[in-house]
């Protein structure tokens, strides 16, 4: 069971240096390719995987 105190440090925010929040989006954008990229590959090669194509669709 949620409580309120768990619902306040979620909404925790805090604005973060450029430097960080760039690091931070471009390991994220790397972290995505290494896991979306290989089925964008294939889609563009139109090689079909079953297990694969039916996550994503």
Known sequence: MSTHS???SALD???LPEVEW???ASAHRER???L???YLERR???TA???IDFLFT
């Open 49 to 51: 995987h079953p297990v």
């Open 44 to 46: 563009a090669a139109g």
């Open 13 to 15: 925010l805090r604005v």
């Open 6 to 8: 768990d619902l306040d």
């Open 22 to 24: 760039q690091a931070a």
């Open 36 to 38: 979306v990229g290989p």
């Open 32 to 34: 995505l390719d290494r």
